[in-house]
């Protein structure tokens, strides 16, 4: 996911606490509770909108919170959360409302031996297998996946063009990512098993963000998750190995939504907004956002609302 992204993904079954101030709405908010502990549900005119904590996540949530503010709808976005073993639960349990996410690492984390892979048969088998009291609006064009990545340098030394021609050497490679990727199902264990690739080691570092390029540039792993709409790959020069067997199953972004909130008000300006998502622009917003003046969040996402006729 970024993927993507940047932020430090929390570890399953970290607290689920994080003061969380809100960025926009009515009311202000309150933290998700301490010690893991759920918050009291928002109000039932009010769209509590939570993100994963890597920055596209976070654009996302202001992009859906300021499109639902235009149209008069109450919302409070908290602050990130952590990872999807994390935010799902508050999902579930009503802390949160709302949440951008992504088709296939939903699908397989709903869904674990779920084999779709391309985007329409993830999308459909995704809406099937969300449980109540969720539901998830259409799906974007933008699509974020979860990809290895190596330097060009590392890439050219070895002849890597695929994911596959890292078996005769992966045993003396260190692998960096999200501490997630190590466990998720498409993650190192997908890698294995599809590609017959094992790592000599496994580098938690953080999700596709500035520990993970660093670690790639001085060699510290030589192979890392980065996702592929983080600017960063082109900006080095990285090289993304092909996937041919499709570990990676297809990522569109997706509004993953508690159905009780989910007006047909709600899901007309939610739905406008995925309409206008491309693949493109993420990459573009996601360069903004780390722009050397790094402005506002929110800032960035009105802005992108603006020139798409939405705000």
């Known amino acids: 996911m970024n993927l993507r992204r940047s932020l430090t993904y929390v570890a399953a079954g970290a607290a689920l606490v994080m003061g969380l101030a809100a960025c926009g709405g009515g009311g202000g908010s309150s933290p998700l509770g301490s010690g893991g502990a759920s918050q009291a549900p928002a109000a039932t005119d009010t769209i509590r909108i939570g993100s ?24 409070d976005i908290t602050a990130p959360i952590g990872s999807r073993e ?37 999308y459909t088998a995704l809406k099937a297998a969300v449980p109540a009291p969720l539901t998830v609006l259409d799906k974007a064009a933008a699509e974020d996946k979860d990809a290895v990545v190596v330097t060009s340098d590392f ?33 190192i264990p997908g890698i294995q098993k599809t590609y017959g690739v094992t790592f000599k080691s496994y580098s938690a570092l953080d999700t596709g963000g500035p520990v993970t390029v660093k670690g790639l540039k001085d060699n510290t792993v030589q192979a890392a998750d980065l996702f592929t709409t983080d600017p960063s790959i082109e900006d080095n020069k990285f090289v993304v190995l092909a996937d041919p067997k499709n570990n990676f199953a297809a990522q569109n972004v997706v509004p993953l ?16 907004v995925q309409a206008k998502l491309t693949t493109e622009g993420l990459v573009t917003l996601n360069r903004t956002a780390n722009a050397p003046d790094k402005p506002n969040l929110d800032t960035v996402a009105k802005n992108w609302l603006s020139q798409n006729g939405l705000a």
Do not use: H
Request: no cysteine.
């Open 52 to 75: 994963a904590d890597f920055t596209e996540s976070q654009l996302l949530a202001q992009i859906y919170g300021q499109a639902l503010q235009a149209k008069g709808v109450k919302v």
């Open 86 to 122: 994390v935010y799902f639960p508050a999902l579930t349990d009503g802390s949160i409302d709302l949440i951008p996410d992504y088709t296939g690492t939903l699908l397989q984390y709903i869904k674990k031996d779920a084999t779709q892979t391309a985007a329409d048969d993830v």
């Open 155 to 187: 890439a050219t030394k070895n002849n890597l063009k695929s994911i596959a021609d890292l078996a005769p050497i992966a045993n003396t490679m260190v692998f960096g990512g999200p501490s997630e990727f190590q466990t998720r199902p498409d993650g």
């Open 257 to 272: 939504i508690n159905a009780k909130k989910a007006t047909d008000q709600v899901k007309q300006i939610l739905n406008a």
